[in-house]
Each structure stands twice: as C-alpha cells, then as structure tokens.
C-alpha cells in the first residue's frame, strides 16, 4: 500500500457524501495512492464477497461465483490538475443541485457509484469485476490499463465493460482515436538585423496552420452515431533570442479521428494533408478508437434496463478502445456533462449522481441500502 495514511471512504454513505469524499483526496495523475489506498480499504471491508487485488495504484476487485457472463465496470481515479477548485462544494444554480471541484466530472461521481455498487452488488445476476486505475490522463502508455494488459490479461476478461466517464447519465457508445504528431520546420539561424542571411524556422510553419484553417474535418455516421473529426494545431514552440532567427521550430497537433479509421489510416491522413510541406513529421502519441458495438447482446441489454436514455457517439477517447480491442464489447455511462471535465468550473449535477447510481442498481438488480 500507499505510505500516506488514507482519509477513510464510507461506501454506505450517501451518493453525493461519497463523491464528495473522493474528490477532496487530490489525484492528479501520478499522485494517485492516497486514494488507492482509501479505495482498497473500503473494498476489503467486503471480503466475503470481493477479492480485492492491489496492482501498483489500480484497485481491482471481484466476484467469483461461478456465473455464466461477466460484467466489467471501470473508473480512472487520476484527474487533470488542479485549477484552484478543491476541495469540493455545494451550490444551487439555476435552480439546480451542484457538486463542484476537480474530478467532480471526470470522473470522480463514476467512481462513487462504482464504489457504492460494488459493496452492494452481492447478489447480481452475472459476476462483476471493478476496476478503480491510475494515469488516464496522461499518454496511452502510461495508462495502468496497458501494463495489467500486458501482465495480467485475465483481469481484464469480461463479456461486457462499462466506462463511467461522463455522460450525463446517458450512453455513449464507442469512441474517436487520437493521435499527437510533431511537426518539425528547419531554417538557418541569423542575426535577426541581417535575416537575408538567414532562413526562418517559424515561417516555414504558416502553411501548416493555413492548411489546418482551411481543414474541413469529416462526419462518420457509424452504427447511426455520428462522430465529428478534429485536426487542430494544439502548440507551437521555436525561437531562443529576440534578436536572432530561428534555425528550428516545432508544432504539435493532436488529431481525433472515427472509430472506423485505424492510426495507421490517421497518420497517412495528417500526412496527406500536409503533403508538399518541407516537414520532419513524427508520430509522438496514438491510441485507436472503438466502434459503437450497440447491437451486441449485453449492450441491448444494458440499454433495455435504462429504460430511455439519450445514446450518442462518444466525442473524446476513453478505455472503451481497449475492451474493443480485447474483443469485449464496452459503452461509457457515468454522471457529469463530459464537456465540463478539465474546466476550472468543473461540476456535477447532484441529480446525474443519483439518476446513475439508480439506473445500475436496477440493471444489477440491487436493492438500496
């Protein structure tokens, strides 16, 4: 276990107290064992039901009673730094209940319903495994995700997967790809009084960015979600005096492209784009998107017991991709608006929070405690 003495988690609390809770033990990615270990602490106190297993700063835990299917329910405790907004508080705007802090969104209230259910959830028709995991917001690699893949694959076994990012209680299925390329200009360095002598670095990237103005970012209609691309310069360095002329200067873009397209597909894309261009280009970051995969039998059910909920694509990448690459169907549902994670006003609807935690209670039919 972490070192830290962890504040304590009470899963029998009240929804919003948990998250709460959560939220206020800061973990920003790569300081994620405080609440690792509050969140093995609590899962241990339900040892008759649950193996708990600690790997690194992911908490995984498990029935094992022999069912037929296996659900998989997975929430990231790492969150984006903070912007001034923990610890948590309450408000009342516009006539509505808010939780407000970093995580609140993203996706702390996911993995309090998560926590919550899984204290609870000692009776449910198929086995469950819960996965609480460290470094989501950071580089795919760095992603616990991949190093449990690659060293223990049978945690991550499962007919069916949920990812309790943000969706304001709805479904979103599937999800884009991302790629970050660096782009490199070169030039000759000068006295920038004398620049006829010289060959300027950072000019040689204005046709990049003309390019991506003038960019037209296709619409994939998959499975009747359609999923919108983005191709975007996202930040741009070069220079190392005020009086002299750049030799070098770089570009970083981050592409999000349809699940349909493959990264080898996306990078050939961003470099056909970019074509005639006296560019260095390098791929510094990718992770493939995850079809829909709606009409998959646990997906239908799933939906069915949720009753009417809005379903849409799923516009950023989450873990989806990599159950969808494991062949294990997967859909995002959690409490939270996914376009307030990252924002200084992050925030919660009280109400998202208990919609959520109602909804899968009933799928797994679990009673209220």
Known sequence: MHNSVAPALDPHADIVELTAAIVDIESVSGNEGALADAVEAALREHADHLEVIRDGDTVIARTDRGLERRVLLAGHLDTVPVADNLPSSRRTRDGREELVGRGTCDMKGGDAVFLKLAVEADAAPVDLTWIFYDHEEVAAADNS?????????????????????????????????????????????????????????????????????????????????????????????????????????????????????????????????LTGLDLDIVVTDSAAGALPGLGDDAAR????????????????????????????PAVNYGPGDPLLAHTDDEHVPLEDLRVALAALRRWLGVTAR
């Open 145 to 273: 995700l991949t190093r449990i893949a690659a060293e223990h694959p049978e945690h991550l076994e499962a007919d069916f997967a949920i990812l309790g990012e943000p969706t304001s209680a709805g479904v979103e299925g599937g999800c884009k790809g991302t790629m970050k390329l660096e782009v490199t200009a070169r030039g000759t360095a000068a006295h920038s009084a004398r620049d006829w002598v010289g060959d300027n670095a950072i000019h040689h990237l204005a046709p990049v960015l003309e390019r991506l103005a003038a960019y037209e970012a296709r619409r994939a209609v998959i499975d009747g979600l359609e999923y919108r691309e983005c191709l975007n310069a996202v930040a741009i360095s070069g220079g190392i005096a005020g009086n002299v002329i750049p030799d070098l200067a770089r570009m970083t873009l981050n592409y999000r492209f349809a699940p349909d397209t493959t990264p080898e597909q996306a990078e050939a894309h961003v470099r056909e784009v």
């Open 301 to 328: 059910e799933f939906l069915a017991a949720l009753g009417d909920v809005p379903v849409s694509a799923k516009q950023g990448w989450t873990d989806v991709a990599r159950f969808s690459a494991l062949g294990t």
